[in-house]
Structure formats: C-alpha cells, structure tokens
C-alpha cells in the first residue's frame, strides 16, 4: 500500500470523526478543516510543522482582528479598510522572517477563517486548533500505517 492510500484513508476516517466532534463540539467544522489543510500544506512536518502552523494561524487570526477592529475606527471613511489592509497584508508576508511566522499561507489561512467566521474568535480558534490537531493525526497515521504495510511486506518476502 503506497503512502498515498495509506493517508487517504486515514483521513477519510478521521474526517468523519472530525465532522462528529465538530458538530458535538459547537465548532466550525469547515474551519477545522482549513486546519487540518494548514498541516498538510506546511513544508515542515512533525511536530515543527505541527507547531508552526499552529503560530500562523493564530497571527493570521490577529492580523484579522486587526483589520477588523481598525476598520470599525473609520467606518465612514471606506479608505481607510483598504489601506489597512494592504499595511496588515504586507506585515503578514514580513513576518515569515521568523521561523515559527515562516509559512504564509497558514497566516492568510487564519486571517481568512477569522473573516469567514465573522470575527467570532472565540469560535474560529478552537475549530481551527483541533483541526489542525486532527490534520497531523491524519497525515501521520496514514505515514505510519504505509510503514507498517512495507515494513510487513518486506518481512514476508525476505526468506528465513
């Protein structure tokens, strides 16, 4: 079983479990989901990727709180939202100089969840949190169980 099978169908799995928690949960189930595609997506894995995803969600939910809250400052003055915008979007891109802030899609992900979920923070943070959670659990438990399925397989064609 190549290593692409054996994660597609741990995260088939786990995406059901997702959706079940989600909706026991109270949480935003297409956030958590956005989570779990933060992990996947970064170009670190483990627990480094898990932890770096996890800080640039996180900035990319601020940054939008940021937006959010500095719009409602001018509310007459429309100008004003876009200039900010573009100054938070530029300081979203400047702070993947830090090695925890380094992957960028997972800032504009955070950001892009936080609008989606109408600046609710209190709720979009834990949905994307245990997504993520649920993301590195899909991607390492089908890399494990692809081991596992190779690890047989050359253990039943090596003669004793």
């Known amino acids: 079983m190549n290593i692409l099978i054996s ?4 995260t088939g799995i786990l995406s059901g479990i997702w ?3 989600a909706v026991s ?3 935003l189930s297409w956030a958590g989901f956005l989570g779990c595609t933060a992990y996947f ?3 670190q894995g483990g627990l480094k990727g898990l932890a770096i995803s996890a800080c640039t969600l996180l900035s990319g939910v601020v940054w939008a ?4 809250h500095g719009s409602s400052l001018a509310p007459q003055l429309e100008i004003v939202s876009y200039v900010l915008t573009g100054i938070v979007a530029f300081l979203m891109c400047v702070q993947a100089k830090q090695l925890l802030l380094s992957f960028v899609p997972g ?4 950001a892009c969840a936080t609008f989606a979920g109408q600046g609710d923070w209190k709720l979009v943070l834990p949905s994307l949190a ?3 959670v649920f993301g590195y659990a899909m991607k390492n438990s089908g890399l494990w169980l692809a081991a596992r ?3 047989s397989i050359s253990q039943a064609v090596t003669p004793k």
């Open 65 to 68: 709180l940021v937006i959010i």
């Open 25 to 27: 949960l109270g949480l």
């Open 107 to 110: 800032t504009f992900i955070g």
């Open 7 to 10: 994660i597609a169908i741990t």
């Open 41 to 43: 997506a970064c170009p």
């Open 19 to 21: 959706g079940w928690v």
């Open 149 to 151: 399925r190779e690890k």
């Open 130 to 132: 245990l997504g993520l």
